[in-house]
């Protein structure tokens, strides 16, 4: 069997790219709604003009090099999600950008995500346990995160590197978890004649 795809490209090109089809999306909210859509087991030949109006973008149709580079982005968090190593990766702005756009791009990166389960698949949180429905709770809430002007720079960097690490696991919980409640109601359904 092949090794699943894990390059993802990087945040300037998803930017880039985005930019050139005419959409005014946040690269990081775009690439949290892709990362929620695949946890929810979604990632077969989405309608990208829906996807994209979720994020408030409404396009008449998307460029196929755009089709392609998100196309790309879901295979990539697939794998890397299915190797279950902690490959996954955020699509975020590089450290240098300073605080304010980092704390920024990852709230917006977990309102995708959040959205992205919500387009995901018709499976409700039902399925989750309670630790990954808490999970969700706190991405919801990092959704609001904002840079706190009176505290130190490198305090927040070091506040922000571990909410990103947090992240990064709660998104790897539920998407094993929404895997392990797809597998138990394909073998309840097997059983059922």
């Known amino acids: 069997m092949p090794k699943p795809i894990t390059e993802l490209p990087d945040y300037a090109m998803l930017r880039a790219a985005l930019a050139d089809a005419g959409v005014d999306g946040n690269a990081a909210e775009i690439h949290g709604l892709l990362c929620g859509v695949v946890s929810r087991g979604g990632a077969h030949a989405p309608k990208w003009s829906a996807l994209l109006a979720a994020a408030g973008e409404h396009v008449e149709?998307?460029?196929?090099?755009?089709?392609?580079?998100?196309?790309?982005?879901?295979?990539?968090?697939?794998?890397?999600?299915?190797?279950?190593?902690?490959?996954?990766?955020?699509?975020?702005?590089?450290?240098?950008?300073?605080?304010?756009?980092?704390?920024?791009?990852?709230?917006?990166?977990?309102?995708?995500?959040?959205?992205?389960?919500?387009?995901?698949?018709?499976?409700?949180?039902?399925?989750?346990?309670?630790?990954?429905?808490?999970?969700?709770?706190?991405?919801?809430?990092?959704?609001?995160?904002?840079?706190?002007?009176?505290?130190?720079?490198?305090?927040?960097?070091?506040?922000?590197?571990?909410?990103?690490?947090?992240?990064r696991v709660a998104v790897q919980l539920v998407y094993e978890e929404y895997r392990r409640a797809s597998a138990k109601s394909g073998a309840d359904g097997d059983n059922a004649d």
């Open 61 to 167: 149709s998307v460029p196929e090099a755009l089709q392609q580079l998100f196309a790309r982005i879901m295979a990539a968090t697939a794998g890397s999600l299915a190797e279950g190593q902690m490959q996954f990766s955020l699509l975020l702005p590089d450290p240098d950008a300073g605080i304010r756009i980092r704390t920024d791009a990852l709230g917006s990166w977990c309102q995708g995500y959040v959205m992205g389960l919500a387009l995901g698949g018709s499976a409700g949180m039902e399925g989750l346990s309670l630790e990954a429905r808490e999970a969700v709770a706190d991405l919801i809430r990092i959704s609001g995160a904002a840079a706190d002007e009176d505290e130190e720079i490198e305090a927040q960097d070091r506040a922000l590197s571990e909410i990103e690490e947090f992240v």
